[in-house]
């Protein structure tokens, strides 16, 4: 049985530790809000975009183009989006159980994140390119992701390109996606994020017309790879978001444990001095009685 010696050891331990989780808090709390408005304020624009080229591919009939070449799917690859740091809760155990479940065979991966690195190397799976990127990601990051995984594509090294991240839902819920990079498909109108619903049939086959100039089969040509950087910045941003909101709740989390454990050792500490104060009562009582 422990003693109270031990017991105010564990207490002032508990309490340092508790002190560290709510200074994590503070600083993922500081994170979480910047990231979730950066997150929030580029899905308008990317809600946009997909308009744009959801009516332009309405529009541009037979249109051929490297990036949207269907072939056999003989080789994938897939660019994991994963956290540089841990104390994030099952933010990056969901997304890597995610990932543990595609097939080795016929598989490369491109990592973001340290994490997302340490699982391939842990698992020994192909590792065709490693990429970091920041706390506020940048549009130039994205760009060297989607460069290298577009080079992979058109050059026939690979048939598709998939990525995989935690997209975020709110600072609560983060859950793992998939999208398919490419080859580019059906390209749908959005409302948030990189996830939307198709446009109406009234903006897609009504009496509107829109001119495009140049003719919109060189317009969705030059849009194809400033859509793909955009899209892949849009999920940095997700994935950034995800993971400060987790660590915050995950570091509060732990402060309200290690406040609930000092109260239950205080308590115990409390009734043990008790004790020990009742039985020397007892004892001086017994003595008084036996000498008088």
Same mark, same amino acid.
């Given at each position: 049985?422990?003693?109270?010696?031990?017991?105010?050891?564990?207490?002032?331990?508990?309490?340092?530790?508790?002190?560290?989780?709510?200074?994590?808090?503070?600083?993922?709390a500081?994170?979480?809000?910047?990231?979730?408005?950066?997150?929030?304020?580029?899905?308008?624009? /990317?809600?946009?975009?997909? #308009?744009v080229?959801?009516?332009?591919?309405?529009?541009?009939g037979?249109?051929?183009?490297?990036?949207? %070449?269907?072939?056999?799917?003989?080789?994938?690859?897939?660019?994991?989006?994963?956290?540089?740091?841990?104390?994030?809760?099952?933010? &990056? *155990? &969901?997304?890597?159980? +995610?990932?543990?479940?595609?097939?080795? +065979?016929?598989?490369?991966?491109?990592?973001?994140?340290?994490?997302?690195?340490?699982?391939? $190397?842990?698992?020994?799976?192909?590792?065709?390119?490693?990429?970091?990127?920041?706390? /506020?990601? !940048?549009?130039?990051?994205?760009?060297?992701?989607?460069k290298? $995984?577009?080079?992979?594509?058109?050059?026939?090294?690979?048939? =598709?390109?998939?990525?995989l991240?935690?997209?975020?839902?709110?600072?609560?819920?983060? =859950?793992?996606?998939?999208?398919?990079?490419?080859?580019?498909?059906?390209?749908?109108?959005?409302?948030?994020?990189?996830? *939307?619903?198709?446009?109406?049939?009234?903006?897609l086959?009504?009496?509107?017309?829109?001119?495009?100039?140049?003719?919109?089969? %060189?317009?969705?040509?030059?849009?194809?790879?400033?859509?793909? #950087?955009?899209?892949?910045? =849009?999920?940095?941003?997700?994935?950034?978001?995800?993971?400060?909101?987790?660590?915050?709740?995950a !570091?509060?989390?732990?402060?309200? #444990?290690?406040?609930?454990?000092?109260?239950?050792?205080?308590?115990?500490? &409390?009734?043990?001095?008790?004790?020990?104060?009742?039985?020397?009562?007892?004892?001086?009582?017994?003595?008084?009685?036996?000498? *008088?």
């Amino acid at each position: 049985m422990p003693s109270t010696r031990d017991i105010r050891r564990r207490i002032k331990s508990v309490k340092n530790t508790a002190q560290i989780t709510k200074a994590m808090q503070m600083v993922a709390a500081s994170k979480m809000r910047k990231a979730q408005q950066a997150a929030t304020a580029g899905r308008p624009y /990317a809600s946009l975009m997909n #308009n744009v080229l959801a009516e332009v591919t309405h529009h541009v009939g037979d249109f051929t183009h490297p990036l949207t %070449e269907k072939r056999e799917v003989r080789k994938r690859a897939v660019i994991l989006v994963s956290s540089d740091k841990g104390l994030c809760g099952a933010l &990056n *155990g &969901n997304l890597l159980r +995610e990932a543990a479940r595609l097939p080795k +065979e016929g598989m490369l991966f491109i990592t973001a994140g340290r994490k997302a690195s340490q699982f391939v $190397a842990r698992t020994r799976r192909p590792l065709a390119a490693e990429f970091t990127y920041r706390d /506020a990601p !940048m549009f130039s990051e994205a760009r060297a992701i989607s460069k290298f $995984a577009r080079e992979m594509f058109v050059t026939g090294e690979v048939d =598709q390109v998939d990525i995989l991240y935690t997209n975020f839902v709110s600072t609560l819920s983060q =859950q793992p996606a998939v999208v398919t990079l490419l080859p580019v498909g059906e390209i749908k109108g959005v409302s948030a994020g990189v996830h *939307g619903e198709s446009l109406s049939d009234d903006l897609l086959k009504g009496p509107t017309e829109f001119l495009f100039e140049p003719s919109a089969g %060189e317009v969705l040509g030059g849009l194809l790879p400033h859509y793909l #950087n955009y899209q892949i910045y =849009q999920i940095l941003l997700e994935a950034k978001a995800s993971e400060h909101s987790a660590r915050m709740v995950a !570091m509060k989390n732990a402060t309200d #444990n290690a406040k609930q454990l000092i109260k239950d050792l205080t308590l115990e500490y &409390n009734k043990m001095r008790q004790a020990a104060i009742t039985n020397e009562l007892l004892e001086i009582a017994s003595a008084a009685m036996a000498l *008088g």
